[in-house]
C-alpha cells in the first residue's frame, strides 16, 4: 500500500494523542515525533488545542520549522496551540475527529485516550494507514483485531517515522 | 449513575454494531434487544442504515411496535432501513457517529467493528454509559482500560436491559 | 415537483425560524403552523431549542398531538424545547442547520433571520422546496432570484398547508 | 470592529462564491482578489473545489506566493483545486460551509449563489465581518437587513482589500 498525495502538495500527518490527562513521557515522544516529520519536509496535522500530545507535536514541529495545521474542536482560536500555523476551527467538538483522519494521508497514535481510540477506529473505517506509538498490548492486539493490514506498531520515533516513509515511497 | 432523560421524553438507547460484514449471530441478538428495548417503552436509534445491526435492531423494534430513530451518514434515505420511523439525514458519513452517542442515553454495543469502536470511544469520551454485547475478551479488556467506570459487559440481550434498567433507575 | 418519502414514513416538515429575537407574531404563525402539521399527520422538525419558532412550532404540534423532532446545535439537552419527542443531539452549532434541511421535505420559513436565511439557503442548494411565510418583500425577491422554481411564498399557514399538499400530492 | 487573529498567525482570509455556474467575469475577479490577500501575506482560504471562485482565487493567491487552505466537502481530494496548499478533508457536504466561516477570521463573498448565501448568513450568525463583492442590489439589501454593522459592500478587488485592512487594524 503506497500513498500519494496529490499534485506536488506535501504529505500530511495526522498525529493524535491524549490531551489534558496526557503522560509526560508520551507528550516527548509526540515533540519528536513533530520534529522528524518537520524535518523530512512533511506537514503536521493535530487536534489543535494547547494541551498533550496536539500542542507537543506542534512544538516539536515548529522547533525544526515545519508546518502546522490543527483541527479545534472549540467555536474559535481560544483554546489552540501557540505552535499552530493554521487553527482549522470546526465548532463540531469530537465529530471534528472524522476531519482528522480524512485530511491525513498517515496516522501516528502517540499513546491512547477515548479521543484517539476514536480516530484510530475512522481510520481504519475510512482505510487510512496508522502507525501506533507508545500503545499498550491491549490495544495493539484490539486495533490490530479490527484490521491487520492498516495498523503497524513501532517502538520509536524513528521506526515510526521507518514505517511512514514506507508507505510515502519514500524509502 | 443515573441516567434521567429531560421531561417526560422516552429515554433513548442507541445500539450501534456491524454493518455490511454483520455475522448473522449478532443481527439476531440486535434484532432481540430491539425487541426488548420496545417492550420497555423505550426509543430505538441506530445509524439507520439497511445493513447489519442497524437494521436487525430496528426490525426487532417495529415487531413489538416501538419507535425507531436512524442517524444516516449519507444526504438522503436510499440506503435507509425500512424499519426506521424517523429517518435523520446528515450528509456527514462517518462524523455523524458522534451524533449517535450524544444523542442517546445510553449506547449498546452489538458486535464490534471499526464504525463501533469509534462509537464506544466517542461515548466514553463523552462520559456516556456502554453496554458491551457479543464482544470478544479483547475488546472488552481494551475498552475498560478507557474507563472502567462507564463499561459494563453483559452476556445475553437479557442481562443488557438490565443493566439499563439500572441506569434509568427503573429496576 | 412532487415530493415522496420513502416507505410509509410521515412527510417530515423543517420548520425554521428566528430563535432569541423572534418578534411575537413570527412565533404566533409558528404556533399555528405546527397545529397545521400535526393535524395534517405530518412530523414536525426543528431546530429544537426552547426559543421562538423552534419552541412555537413544537407547541403548536404537541398541542394536536403531533409529533416533534428537534435538531440540537449543543451538547446536550439542557437548551431543548420542552414540547420535543425527539431531541437529536449533535453537538455541532450552526454547522447541524444543513442536517435540519437534508432531513425535511419541505422547509417552511417562518420569518427570517441568519440562521434561517443559512438554512433556505442551504435548502436550495440541495434541492429542496421552501414555503416563505411572514418574509419581507426584499428576503422574497433574494431567494427568488437564487431559485424560482423551489420558492414559493405563502400569506398564511393555510396557504403555506395548501402548498405542502401540493408538493406530497395530496391535494 | 477591529480583528486581531491569535499570537503571530497570519489573518485569513475566506474568499466565497459559486463553483460550478460561475460567471467568468466573478471568476476574474476572486482571481484578482487572491492575488491582493497574497500580496499583503494574509492566507487565503475557500471551499477548496477545482471550480469556480474556489479554484480562481486560488490560482490567483498561488501566483503571488500566497499561501492557500480549501475545506473540502468531499471524502477524499479527488475534487480539489490544483492551487491548494493545504486540502482539509471533511466529508460533511454543505454542512462544511459554517467551518469555513468560523476559520476565517474575515469573509470576502464574491459573487452570489446559493451555497455563498449560506456562507454570509452563518457569517452574520457567528458575528464575523463579510465584505460583498459583484452582489446584486437585492443581495446587497437583504444581507444589510441581516445585519447592518458586519456587512459591507466593495465596488473593487481594491477597495475590498482597503476595507480588509480596517478589519485588521493594518490601514
Chains 1, 2, 3, 4 share one sequence.
Do not use: H
Not at 85 to 96: E, F, L
Request: hydrophobic share 40%.
Amino acid at each position: 500500500m503506497e500513498i500519494n498525495p496529490k499534485n506536488n502538495q506535501k504529505p500530511i500527518l495526522g498525529v493524535m494523542g491524549p490531551g489534558d490527562d496526557c503522560p509526560p513521557e508520551v507528550g516527548n515522544t509526540a515533540f519528536e515525533i513533530g520534529q522528524l516529520i518537520a524535518e523530512n519536509g512533511w506537514v503536521t496535522l493535530s487536534g489543535g488545542r494547547n494541551s498533550g500530545v496536539m500542542d507537543a507535536v506542534c512544538e516539536g514541529a515548529k522547533s525544526r520549522n515545519g508546518v502546522t495545521i490543527g483541527i479545534l474542536p472549540g467555536n474559535d482560536t481560544n483554546e489552540a496551540s501557540e505552535y499552530l500555523d493554521y487553527p482549522i476551527v470546526t465548532g463540531m467538538g469530537s465529530a471534528r475527529n472524522n476531519i482528522n483522519v480524512l485530511t491525513a494521508d498517515i496516522i501516528v497514535a502517540c499513546g491512547i485516550g477515548a479521543g484517539t481510540a476514536s480516530e484510530i477506529s475512522l481510520a481504519v473505517k475510512a482505510g487510512k494507514p496508522v502507525v501506533l506509538l507508545n500503545a499498550g498490548k491491549t490495544a495493539i492486539q484490539f486495533f490490530k483485531s479490527l484490521d491487520q493490514r492498516l495498523l503497524k506498531q513501532a517502538d520509536s520515533p524513528t521506526e515510526a517515522i521507518e514505517l511512514i516513509k514506507k508507505y510515502l515511497g519514500e524509502s
